[in-house]
Each structure stands twice: as C-alpha cells, then as structure tokens.
C-alpha cells in the first residue's frame, strides 16, 4: 500500500475518533455547538475540498471531506441543540465568511479561492472562539487537539504540493493548536477564579 493512502486513512480515522466524542458531547447538552461556525464549517470546508481536488491532492483531500460530512452533522445537531448565544459580532463573521464565498464565486481563480475559502473558514470560527473565551468548558477540547495533529498529518498524504492542497490544513493546524491553548488557558483562569 502506497503511504499516502495508509497516511490519508490515519487522517480520516482521526476525523471520526476527534469528532465522535464531540458529537457525543452535543447530545448529553455538554458541549454548545455554535451553529453559524459550523455552517460556514460545512460551506466553506465543501469548497476547500474541492479545491483541494481540483489542485491535484489526491488521496490528501480525504480527511476533508471526512470532516465536512461530520461539519454537516454537527450543524444540524447545533440547530436544535446549540448554544443560543448570538452576539452582533457573529453575524459580523457570518457576513464576510458569505462575502468571501461570494467573492469565490466571482474571482474564479484557484489560488484566490483557496485563500478566500480558508478565510471563510477562519472567519467561521470566530463566533466559537467568542462564546468559548467566555465559556471554554463549552467545547470538547480532545476534538481540536486530534484536529490539531489530523491536519498536521494530512499534508504528509498530500499528492501534490501547492498553495490550494497546502494552505486549508496549514491554516487548520495553527487555528486548531491556537485555540487548544485558549481553552487550556481560559479553563485553568476560570478553575482558579472559583476559588
């Protein structure tokens, strides 16, 4: 078996065993999903898959698309039991992440929408990482830290090294290892803040 497919596997089992726990944790109401994070998620990742395709990544875009089918997922789940929490700053971040979609649409050049699509992306995430400075216990931190070293991993399963296979898991990594150390951070002042 060539490496990169046995690499991709490894990436697309750790895309379910960082989200099963998650998707478990949104049911027992533990974790509060934000749902327009995780509609740009699922939007914004749709596009990133493709462009990972389209930019020759082969077997490499496998985790993706795992991980866009599981954004669905947690979407729906965050309609009915995510966190209602919404601040006129996330309907600031879910206007550009549209408008940078939107602009994909026009721009119609590869490397300007793999730029676009992992801004999207970013901005998505913004209204999540808000309601977790404030509430950092809301979020299943083992998700981030395997989606921290999954695409890390990722770029190792790559066919083709360019800016639209390369730049969606570099983004990734650094947003995912970022907000890990919120959360530890923000939970440590907050335990030590009850006392």
């Known amino acids: 078996m060539d490496y990169k497919i046995f690499i991709s596997i490894i990436a697309v089992i750790l895309t379910f065993v960082g989200?099963?726990?998650?998707?478990?944790?949104?049911?027992?109401?533990?974790?509060?999903?934000?749902a327009f994070t995780w509609f740009v998620f699922t939007l914004s990742g749709g596009v990133g898959y493709a462009l990972q395709v389209f930019g020759g990544a082969g077997v490499g875009s496998w985790a993706l698309l795992a991980a866009v089918i599981i954004c669905f997922v947690i979407f729906i789940l965050s309609l009915r039991i995510g966190d209602k929490d919404v601040a006129p700053s996330d309907f600031i971040f879910l206007?550009?992440?549209?408008?940078?979609?939107?602009l994909w649409l026009v721009v119609k050049q590869p490397v300007w929408s793999a730029i676009l699509a992992a801004a999207t992306e970013l901005l998505g995430f913004m209204p999540t990482i808000r309601k977790s400075w404030n509430n950092p216990h809301s979020e299943t931190l083992w998700t981030y830290e395997v989606a921290f070293f999954r695409h890390g991993l990722s770029i190792f399963a790559l066919q083709r090294f360019n800016i639209l296979t390369l730049l969606y898991p570099i983004a990734w990594t650094a947003a995912n290892l970022i907000f890990c150390i919120i959360l530890v951070v923000r939970r440590k002042i907050s335990k030590t803040a009850l006392f």
């Open 19 to 34: 989200y099963v726990p998650y998707i478990r944790d949104v049911i027992k109401k533990k974790t509060k999903p934000h």
């Open 95 to 102: 206007f550009l992440a549209l408008v940078s979609l939107f």
